[in-house]
């Protein structure tokens, strides 16, 4: 093996020698792969001495962009396509950009698919609730999938077989059919997940706010996108080329299963989990220990010996003892089951992202029939509402960013109530306008305020579990999916409510869901109210692997995280930065090459 991480300048190769040998990685570097301990490439402050390092991946190649300890890219170039970091940064907004497109390419033609297949409004609210609710399993799903296969899998595997529902379309006749066919194509809605895996996974603790909201605000423009483009491909088809309306809404859809095609064999062929490679490679490396359901169980069947002695099995020696102490097969999923950040941040983005899902399902109807507009000009009105997220998902991580600088996870969640109190109040008045460039303006503020939440959430979600981060991904994605499920099912299901009406209360229920906010506490960071207690970053983190997981170096990657997430103390005390314990990182002793 090459060696991947150079030192640079004489003093800094002597006084780092035993760095030398290898470079850190997502995954951990545990004894047993004839690797050693890991070596770990930083860029460390003490005092007056500085190591400076270049840091290469597993093929010994240089990091285009400028890396942090873990490989992860301290800077977001958005012109750049560079591997991995940039390419994969395209990749994932790209998929999931083309998965919200297909799954909400409907609506905007929906006055034509109506009549086309006399839908009732019954049938209307149940093909909404439908294409957002399937995908609450596969979000679920995806977190783990992206855990045990990698979010290059997960989002190419998902993207190509959910492309067959949408080349489906066309076959539709009944209301059965349509119901059926948009709660297929809306599973696509998980490649959301991979998304913020691979942005978790590719970029530095400082900057994760801004590439997390980045890239699932550019994938969310395909909610904006597919309103203004599918209407104008109808147009063509219909006026153009003369096909009949019943004709021409089914043959717009061949475009969206198109692109399913080519994104998912773009990622597949192209993308890249990790920094440093893909599973794959890194395991036949040795440089990344799996920690999944399925390698938890496998760990746990070999260890058994099924004939042990009642001494043995006393003693633990047989192997039964994973059935005593926690082992991998569990502590994955119990870590973010136990912990309740990660609920209170699901119900929360239930009603920023669920509500954008509602609004991409209802508004392009509402400008139809309440204004009387013709189907182009609603599709382009509706459309403002998604575009809205090029810019304004990633100014909310921007803030989470920059108001983290100076207050650090408190600043972060003060900033996510904030803008999402203040999109409900403007759903509110939305809901209360009777004139209609009144109601464009104010649905263009309460869409950044809303999308913009959406930003902030996931400027703290990567800080909530570092080992279980798949999990809790997923799960506040599915949490998205079921606001918006609960919100169409309470408001825009039945005539009960007119939808200006509905949209009112949508508006009310996100102020107060969005209170709990305040209960949200970290002990090493503090919370909205509360100030931090004595416990520090390490000690958080730690505390997601077991004595005997410790015991065997599989805690030292949360350890390096944990070094890194530091910044999230904000002014208070981060100059005051706790040195590095170089034993709890791996950082073992070389005695062949004489390191100290």
């Given at each position: 093996?090459?060696?991947?991480?150079?030192?640079?300048?004489?003093?800094?190769?002597?006084?780092f020698?035993?760095?030398?040998?290898?470079?850190?990685?997502?995954?951990?570097?545990?004894?047993?792969?004839?690797?050693?301990?890991?070596?770990?490439?930083m860029?460390?402050?003490?005092?007056?001495?500085?190591?400076?390092?270049?840091?290469?991946d597993?093929?010994?190649?240089?990091?285009?962009?400028?890396?942090?300890?873990?490989?992860?890219?301290?800077?977001?170039?958005?012109?750049?396509?560079?591997?991995?970091?940039?390419?994969?940064?395209?990749?994932?907004?790209?998929?999931?950009?083309?998965?919200?497109f297909?799954?909400?390419?409907?609506?905007?033609?929906?006055?034509?698919?109506?009549?086309?297949?006399?839908?009732?409004?019954?049938?209307?609210g149940?093909?909404?609730?439908?294409?957002?609710?399937?995908?609450?399993?596969?979000?679920?799903?995806?977190?783990?999938?992206?855990?045990?296969?990698?979010?290059?899998?997960?989002?190419?595997?998902?993207?190509?077989?959910?492309?067959?529902?949408?080349?489906?379309?066309?076959?539709?006749?009944?209301?059965?059919?349509?119901?059926?066919?948009?709660?297929?194509?809306?599973?696509?809605l998980?490649?959301?997940?991979?998304?913020?895996?691979?942005?978790?996974?590719?970029?530095?603790?400082?900057?994760?706010?801004?590439?997390?909201?980045?890239?699932?605000?550019?994938?969310?423009?395909?909610?904006?996108?597919?309103q203004?483009?599918?209407?104008?491909?109808?147009?063509?088809?219909?006026?153009?080329?003369?096909?009949?309306?019943?004709?021409?809404?089914?043959?717009?859809?061949?475009?969206?299963?198109?692109?399913?095609l080519?994104?998912?064999?773009?990622?597949?062929t192209?993308?890249?989990?990790?920094?440093?490679?893909?599973?794959?490679?890194?395991?036949?490396?040795?440089?990344?220990?799996?920690?999944s359901?399925v390698?938890?169980?496998?760990h746990?069947?070999?260890?058994?010996?099924?004939?042990?002695?009642?001494?043995?099995?006393?003693?633990?020696?047989?192997?039964?003892?994973y059935?005593?102490?926690?082992?991998?097969?569990?502590?994955?999923?119990?870590?973010?089951?136990?912990?309740?950040?990660?609920?209170?941040?699901?119900?929360?983005?239930?009603?920023?992202?669920?509500?954008?899902?509602?609004?991409d399902?209802?508004?392009?109807?509402?400008?139809?029939?309440?204004?009387?507009?013709?189907?182009?000009?609603?599709?382009?009105?509706?459309s403002?509402?998604?575009?809205?997220?090029?810019?304004?998902?990633?100014?909310?991580?921007?803030?989470?960013?920059?108001?983290?600088?100076?207050?650090?996870?408190?600043?972060?969640?003060?900033?996510?109530?904030?803008?999402?109190?203040?999109?409900?109040?403007?759903?509110?008045?939305?809901?209360?306008?009777?004139?209609?460039?009144?109601?464009?303006?104010?649905?263009?503020?309460?869409?950044?305020?809303?999308?913009?939440?959406?930003?902030?959430?996931?400027?703290?979600?990567?800080?909530?579990?570092?080992?279980?981060?798949?999990?809790?991904?997923?799960?506040?994605?599915?949490?998205?999916?079921?606001?918006?499920?609960?919100?169409q099912?309470?408001?825009?299901?039945?005539?009960?409510?007119?939808?200006?009406?509905?949209?009112?209360?949508?508006?009310?229920?996100?102020?107060?869901?969005?209170?709990?906010?305040?209960?949200?506490?970290?002990?090493?960071?503090?919370?909205?109210?509360?100030?931090?207690?004595?416990?520090?970053?390490?000690?958080?983190?730690?505390?997601?692997?077991?004595?005997?997981e410790?015991?065997?170096?599989?805690?030292?990657?949360?350890?390096?995280?944990?070094?890194?997430?530091?910044?999230?103390?904000?002014?208070?005390?981060?100059?005051?930065?706790?040195?590095?314990?170089?034993?709890?990182?791996?950082?073992?002793?070389?005695?062949?090459?004489?390191?100290?």
């Amino acid at each position: 093996m090459p060696h991947r991480d150079k030192e640079l300048g004489g003093s800094a190769d002597e006084a780092f020698s035993s760095f030398s040998s290898q470079g850190s990685r997502h995954g951990s570097t545990t004894p047993g792969h004839g690797h050693g301990a890991p070596v770990f490439a930083m860029s460390m402050e003490a005092g007056d001495v500085k190591s400076a390092f270049v840091a290469r991946d597993l093929c010994g190649k240089k990091f285009p962009l400028p890396v942090d300890s873990e490989h992860k890219a301290k800077t977001v170039r958005l012109h750049s396509f560079a591997a991995p970091h940039m390419r994969t940064f395209h990749l994932a907004w790209i998929s999931f950009m083309i998965s919200f497109f297909s799954t909400f390419a409907a609506p905007p033609l929906m006055p034509v698919i109506r009549d086309s297949l006399n839908l009732t409004k019954v049938d209307i609210g149940n093909a909404g609730i439908a294409s957002v609710s399937g995908s609450i399993v596969s979000r679920l799903l995806m977190g783990t999938i992206c855990d045990l296969l990698g979010p290059r899998y997960g989002c190419a595997i998902l993207i190509l077989i959910t492309a067959p529902p949408v080349f489906c379309m066309p076959l539709v006749s009944t209301a059965t059919g349509f119901i059926l066919v948009r709660f297929c194509i809306g599973f696509a809605l998980a490649t959301f997940v991979s998304c913020q895996f691979w942005m978790s996974s590719m970029f530095n603790t400082k900057i994760v706010g801004l590439a997390n909201g980045t890239a699932a605000g550019w994938g969310n423009l395909g909610g904006g996108i597919t309103q203004l483009v599918m209407p104008i491909v109808y147009d063509i088809i219909h006026r153009d080329l003369g096909a009949e309306s019943y004709s021409a809404w089914r043959l717009s859809f061949f475009l969206p299963g198109l692109m399913h095609l080519v994104i998912g064999i773009l990622v597949l062929t192209l993308g890249q989990d990790l920094p440093d490679g893909n599973y794959s490679a890194l395991e036949q490396e040795g440089e990344r220990v799996s920690d999944s359901f399925v390698q938890g169980f496998l760990h746990f069947i070999s260890s058994l010996d099924l004939n042990a002695s009642e001494q043995e099995f006393a003693a633990g020696d047989s192997g039964w003892r994973y059935i005593l102490i926690p082992s991998a097969l569990v502590q994955v999923f119990m870590q973010a089951v136990k912990n309740y950040r990660m609920f209170v941040l699901a119900l929360t983005y239930g009603y920023c992202f669920g509500i954008e899902l509602t609004i991409d399902n209802i508004i392009a109807e509402y400008f139809y029939d309440r204004f009387d507009l013709n189907l182009a000009t609603a599709g382009v009105i509706a459309s403002t509402f998604g575009l809205m997220n090029i810019f304004s998902r990633p100014l909310g991580g921007v803030l989470s960013d920059v108001v983290a600088i100076r207050f650090g996870m408190r600043g972060r969640l003060w900033c996510l109530w904030v803008t999402q109190t203040l999109g409900g109040v403007l759903c509110i008045l939305l809901g209360l306008t009777n004139e209609l460039g009144l109601s464009i303006s104010v649905m263009l503020m309460f869409s950044f305020f809303c999308q913009a939440a959406c930003g902030a959430t996931f400027g703290i979600i990567p800080f909530i579990s570092r080992r279980s981060l798949g999990i809790v991904n997923g799960t506040t994605g599915a949490g998205g999916n079921i606001g918006a499920v609960l919100t169409q099912g309470l408001f825009f299901m039945s005539s009960k409510y007119s939808t200006e009406t509905g949209i009112k209360l949508m508006g009310i229920m996100t102020v107060i869901c969005t209170l709990p906010l305040l209960l949200v506490w970290f002990p090493q960071w503090g919370g909205m109210i509360f100030p931090a207690g004595s416990t520090t970053e390490e000690d958080y983190y730690r505390s997601e692997w077991t004595v005997e997981e410790q015991a065997e170096g599989l805690h030292q990657q949360s350890l390096k995280f944990a070094e890194n997430s530091r910044s999230e103390r904000g002014k208070r005390s981060t100059a005051a930065t706790t040195p590095v314990n170089f034993v709890d990182l791996g950082l073992r002793s070389n005695t062949s090459s004489g390191a100290v």
